[in-house]
Structure formats: structure tokens, C-alpha cells
T-cell receptor
Framework: EPEVTQTPSHQVTQMGQEVILRCVPI?????FYWYRQILGQKVEFLVS????????KSEIFDDQFSVERPDGSNFTLKIRSTKLEDSAMYFC???????????FGEGSWLTVV | SQQGEEDPQALSIQEGENATMNCSYK?????LQWYRQNSGRGLVHLIL?????REKHSGRLRVTLDTSKKSSSLLITASRAADTASYFC??????????FGQGTELSVKP
């Protein structure tokens, strides 16, 4: 069964450093998302991406965050200058169409120290 | 406003018993999706139920949706120890953005 893959699975970074989280969505999907889950809390929407542009973003997704689809397969989330409170599990997700099943990857654990 | 709030927050049952988890939401939805998460792992999709559907089945899973009460339930029949996980409902009310609840932690004891 096709799946969303994410790398790295774990990353520890110093506060203030830039981090790039990578995702390969399911190949025929058109809509891509990033969510995050702070330990012990609910999963929160960050951003949705379609047709090479952001379609919606949450209040969490401030100027420190950016997304990119650099080629036909990868979808990345960049955090420019990490803060302690960015420590969380970051999930990439994709779907073929609005209202269809949204598939999630295994997540990338980010720890900012 | 809060969407997709699950009840109970934690549920402990014996293997073989049925587990029922409930989810309530506040605004209109296009669909509601249930996910499972093993500790520290990814979100595994279980079932999607659309706003014009009332019930769906998948193996040992049964999901109901009552749009008049803005609620959904997930029933796992004949539970197994491997069903131990957190279960989340997530509502899709526009544009494919999912809003998750806090989840129900299910523990199935052998």
C-alpha cells in the first residue's frame, strides 16, 4: 500500500538553528499538509499546500516556517530559527482530493535543546 | 471552537470485550475521519465517514455519524491487546484541513 514517508525520524537541534523536515507524499496525491503534535497534546494543523502554493495556514505557521515542493516528489517544512517550543512530532500528510482520506506519515520527532 | 472532542479520555477493557469511543464536534462537516496512533508513532487511518452517511464498517470497526447531534462513535468489537493505542477523530469541514480531538487512550488487557 502506498505510504507517506518522512525523514528524519528523529532530530535534535540547538535553539536558533534551522531545520528542514522532508516528506515524500503518496505519488498521485495533489494536496499536502503539515501537522504537529506537542507531547501529550492534540494534533494541530500547520499548513496546506496545493498547486505549488500555500492554500491555508494556521496561526502557528508564522514567518519562521516555510514549505516547499522542490521537485515532483518531495515536500519540505523548514523552520528558520528553532525555539524550544518547536519541540514536537511533525506529521506530513497527503490526499488525492478535497474530502478524501488524508494519509499521514510516521512523523519526525524534533527536539530543540 | 473545539472540534472532535473524544469521550472517554481513557478506556481500559479486557481482551474480547467491545470498546466504544465517542466524538463530538461543533460546526458542520464534510466528513469525519478516525485515526489510531500507537505510542510515539504515526497516525494510521481507520475509517472516513461522509456527512451524508450514517454508518460504516471495516472489519471489526463500526463507525456511526449523527449530524443532528454532531457526534460520532467508533466501536471496536472483540478487542485484542494489539488494539491498545490512542484513537482520534478528526473533522474535515472545509478544504481538507483536519481538526483533531484530544483522543481516547484505549488499553486492552490480555
Amino acid at each position: 500500500e502506498p505510504e507517506v514517508t518522512q525523514t528524519p525520524s528523529h532530530q535534535v537541534t540547538q535553539m536558533g538553528q534551522e531545520v528542514i523536515l522532508r516528506c515524500v507524499p503518496i505519488s498521485n496525491h495533489l494536496y499536502f499538509y503539515w501537522y504537529r503534535q506537542i507531547l501529550g497534546q492534540k494534533v494541530e494543523f500547520l499548513v496546506s499546500f496545493y498547486n505549488n502554493e500555500i492554500s491555508e495556514k494556521s496561526e502557528i505557521f508564522d514567518d519562521q516556517f516555510s514549505v516547499e515542493r522542490p521537485d515532483g516528489s518531495n515536500f519540505t517544512l523548514k523552520i528558520r530559527s528553532t525555539k524550544l517550543e518547536d519541540s514536537a512530532m511533525y506529521f506530513c500528510a497527503s490526499t488525492n482530493g478535497i474530502g478524501d482520506t488524508i494519509y499521514f506519515g510516521e512523523g519526525s520527532w524534533l527536539t530543540v535543546v | 471552537s473545539q472540534q472532535g472532542e473524544e469521550d472517554p479520555q481513557a478506556l481500559s477493557i479486557q481482551e474480547g470485550e467491545n470498546a466504544t469511543m465517542n466524538c463530538s464536534y461543533k460546526t458542520s462537516i464534510n466528513n469525519l475521519q478516525w485515526y489510531r496512533q500507537n505510542s510515539g508513532r504515526g497516525l494510521v487511518h481507520l475509517i472516513l465517514i461522509r456527512s451524508n452517511e450514517r454508518e460504516k464498517h471495516s472489519g471489526r470497526l463500526r463507525v456511526t455519524l449523527d449530524t443532528s447531534k454532531k457526534s460520532s462513535s467508533l466501536l471496536i468489537t472483540a478487542s485484542r491487546a494489539a488494539d491498545t493505542a490512542s484513537y482520534f477523530c478528526a473533522t474535515d469541514n472545509q478544504g481538507g484541513k483536519l481538526i483533531f480531538g484530544q483522543g481516547t487512550e484505549l488499553s486492552v488487557k490480555p
